[in-house]
């Protein structure tokens, strides 16, 4: 089970990709919990996912979440501002598989 959350300013913005990423996911096969959360929820919910996707217009607060996200071993990152644009949830899927991919064990 992959554990991905997204983290916006409101929590809102990103719930249409969220149903982008589960419905692709669920195509794949790819057992996943996607879910989004607002900005000041973001560390709360980091300690249960496996990858934090930061929504664009937060890319300026990956150094803050850098800290806990190092101690807890969960890549973060932000979502390109194209594909959160489109709402491309096989692109944002595939960058949190690859950043889960590369964590160290």
């Known amino acids: ?21 589960q419905d692709i996911a669920k195509e794949r096969g790819i057992e996943a919990e996607i879910w989004a959360v607002s900005q000041d929820k973001a560390e709360i919910y980091m300690e249960k996912a496996d990858v934090l996707l930061l929504g664009p217009q937060m890319r300026f607060m990956k150094r803050k979440f850098s800290k806990k996200a190092d101690e807890l071993g969960v890549p973060i990152d932000s979502i390109d501002p194209v594909a959160y644009g489109r709402v491309d949830g096989a692109a944002v899927l595939d960058k949190a598989l690859d950043l889960i991919g590369k964590k160290p064990l």
């Open 1 to 21: 089970m992959k554990n991905i959350l997204l983290a916006c300013s409101s929590g809102m913005s990103t719930s249409l990709l969220v149903k982008k990423m």
